[in-house]
């Protein structure tokens, strides 16, 4: 069945790097691009950027850049989000999520319909 | 970019009508017909509701509805259930191949 797979919760120390994996299956890797969303305790998701599995081309939140990295493996139909200069704030759920664009004469998105089961990122000394 | 803005909370009793506001910018809303809606139960990922700001994925109710209106979108509900009850966030293109979301909206099925 269609569906994203992430890798397990994270403890890291400020200052300190996290990349976490999200692995595809069930559809056309390279048919959707994928976005990061983190959503920190009690809060709305804030999305960090996207990444088009075709090319690898990338695009990130202002906020983040500079610090976020995504990345694809297409023979292995996964993407990855790395955090690095991790402080207290960054702890959050951080999730991927797909969408469907479509270029003819215009683009076209079809919203995030499928995410991850998120991956638990705490950031404490 | 700064988040869109939605009510905190909302509230309606079942079978009536809500509508969650979401405002933005001419340099977002405004100028994009590409707001989607989510909505989310406690600990769970966040469901896809709307997209291009009207339509609606197979298998969501036609109950949900989208609309824009200058530099505000808009989802309403009608015909409430126990079930909607839940958080929703509204999220649009922010132009640079950007996207920002609503600081989302509480609705309680009173």
């Known amino acids: 069945q269609v569906q994203l797979v992430q890798s397990g919760a994270e403890v890291k120390k400020p200052g300190a790097s996290v990349k976490v994996s999200c692995k595809a299956s069930g559809f056309t890797f390279s048919g959707y691009y994928m976005h990061w969303v983190r959503q920190a305790p009690g809060q709305g998701p804030e999305w960090m950027g996207w990444?088009?599995?075709?090319?690898?081309?990338?695009n990130y939140a202002q906020k983040f850049q500079g610090r976020v990295t995504l990345t694809r493996d297409t023979s292995i139909t996964t993407t990855y989000m790395e955090l690095s200069r991790l402080r207290s704030d960054d702890t959050a759920v951080y999730f991927c999520a797909r969408e469907k664009v479509v270029v003819d004469t215009m683009y076209h998105y079809y919203g995030m319909d499928v995410w991850g089961q998120g991956t638990t990122v705490t950031v404490s000394s | 970019q700064s988040a869109l803005t939605q009510p905190a909370s909302v509230s309606g009793s079942p079978g009536q009508s809500i509508t969650i506001s979401c405002t933005g910018t001419s340099s977002d809303v405004g100028n994009y017909n590409l707001v989607s809606w989510y909505q989310q139960h406690p600990g769970k990922a966040p469901k896809l509701m709307i997209y291009e700001g009207s339509k609606r994925p197979s298998g969501v109710s036609n109950h949900f509805s989208g609309s824009k209106s200058g530099n505000t979108a808009s989802l309403t509900i009608s015909g409430l259930q126990a079930e909607d009850e839940a958080d929703y966030y509204c999220c649009s293109y922010a132009g640079s191949s950007t996207w920002v979301f609503g600081g989302g909206t509480k609705l309680t099925v009173l």
């Open positions: 990444i088009n599995p075709n090319t690898g081309g990338t």
